[in-house]
Structures are given as structure tokens and as C-alpha cells.
């Protein structure tokens, strides 16, 4: 029972470069999201989707796009990779639709020179 | 927008004292609320959740918060920590019928032993 699983662990792009992170769920959730966590920020919300078919903006989008591939992945591009989005990255999802604890990947650390 | 302050950034305890961590939020509404640990190198996992009822609520590992909602809080304790408890420990809120969850900043707290 793998719960989420995002690929790759680690990473290390160039300013300007572009790569995908990726995530998929094995617990039938209906919404998945997409965090990144920085020191003395906590967690912000980049998009999350709340069902397959539907995605949303979060807090901090800019810089970033979305797929719902389908019901189980979720992933999350950057197409001109900046130093600003160093980071770890984190995937959730919840049986949705509200208020539903949300389970967590072990995450993504991005470093971006 | 909602936001979720937590009063201490670093929290250095010996082991078997008292923790106590606050968490205020400024959303008006209904609210659910939830306690999330972060131990080194692992993802989130929720500690405990509010959604209704009392506002006494317990969680895994001997921890429990209280909601004041007059106070708009939902302070984090623990009688007797452990080292093992040496972890961060986030508080996030949502709205009622709400999908997207808003994270503190985060309380690092070193248990020493």
C-alpha cells in the first residue's frame, strides 16, 4: 500500500530549464494538491485539484503548471526553472471534497542554481 | 484570506517538561482545524484534527488541542514530551466546506535529552 508516491526525490536544475515533478495516489482520492515548504513559510499551496477533470490555483502559482492526468497523478511543471523555486516539494491527497486529512509524499527537494 | 500564525518558531524543552504551542487563525467563519508533525526527513502526518464538538480533541502520541473560539485558537499540548517527540510541528485551518488547507509557518521543537 504505497499511499503517494512523487518522483523524483532530488533534483537539480539550471535557471531556465524546465522539468516535471511527478505524483500518484493508490487511495482512490478524489483531490490532490501540490505544497512547497521553505524555511520559516510553513506550507503554501501552489494548485490543487479537487476532483479529476478540475484544477485551481493556490497561493503561490506563479511559475508553475498542472495536470490532472487522471484520477490517480497529478503533476506539477516548471517551465523556466528560477532560483526562487528552490525547494522542497510536497504532494497530498484527500478522499475529498472538504475538510478531509490530507495524506502526504515524502517530497521533492528542488535545487535550482 | 485566512492566515495561521504559530507563536514560536524554535521551542527547546528538556525531556518530561510540559509543551504547549499556540496556533491563531483570522478566518471568521466555521472553520476546521488540524495539527500536522514533521519529524526529520519523513513527510507530514496528521497529529490530530477539529471539525465539531468538543473542543477538546486528542491525537496520537499523548498530544491534545483545545479550540477557543473566542480566541481563535487551537493551542497544541503534551504533558510530558519525549526526545522522540523532537520534531515541526505545523497547524493548518480550512474553511467549513472548504478544499484548500492553510498551513502555519511551523514550531521546530528540540527535545533534549
Known amino acids: 500500500n504505497a499511499g503517494v508516491t512523487q518522483t523524483p526525490k532530488f533534483q537539480v536544475l539550471k535557471t531556465g530549464q524546465s522539468m516535471t515533478l511527478q505524483c500518484a495516489q493508490d487511495?482512490?482520492?478524489?483531490?490532490m494538491y501540490w505544497y512547497r515548504q521553505d524555511p520559516g513559510m510553513g506550507l503554501r499551496l501552489i494548485y490543487y485539484?479537487?476532483?479529476?477533470?478540475?484544477?485551481d490555483k493556490g497561493e503561490v502559482p506563479n511559475g508553475y503548471n498542472v495536470s490532472r492526468l487522471n484520477k490517480r497523478e497529478f503533476s506539477l511543471r516548471l517551465e523556466s526553472a528560477a532560483p526562487s523555486q528552490t525547494s522542497v516539494y510536497f504532494c497530498?491527497?484527500?478522499?475529498?471534497?472538504?475538510?478531509?486529512?490530507?495524506?502526504f509524499g515524502n517530497g521533492t527537494r528542488l535545487t535550482v542554481t | 484570506a485566512q492566515s495561521v500564525s504559530q507563536h514560536n518558531h524554535h521551542v527547546i524543552l528538556s525531556e518530561a517538561a510540559s509543551l504547549e504551542l499556540g496556533c491563531n487563525y483570522s478566518y471568521g467563519g466555521t472553520v476546521n482545524l488540524f495539527w500536522y508533525v514533521q519529524y526529520p526527513g519523513q513527510h507530514l502526518q496528521l497529529l490530530l484534527k477539529y471539525f465539531s464538538g468538543d473542543p477538546l480533541v486528542k491525537g496520537i502520541k499523548g498530544f491534545e488541542a483545545e479550540f477557543i473560539k473566542s480566541k481563535f485558537s487551537f493551542n497544541l499540548r503534551k504533558p510530558s514530551v519525549q526526545w522522540s517527540d523532537t520534531a515541526e510541528y505545523f497547524c493548518?485551518?480550512?474553511?467549513?466546506?472548504?478544499?484548500?488547507?492553510?498551513f502555519g509557518a511551523g514550531t521546530i521543537l528540540r527535545v533534549k535529552s
Open positions: 485539484s479537487a476532483s479529476e477533470g478540475t484544477t
Open positions: 497530498a491527497s484527500n478522499p475529498g471534497p472538504y475538510n478531509s486529512p490530507l495524506h
Open positions: 487511495m482512490n482520492h478524489n483531490s
Open positions: 493548518a485551518v480550512s474553511r467549513e466546506y472548504g478544499n484548500k488547507l492553510v
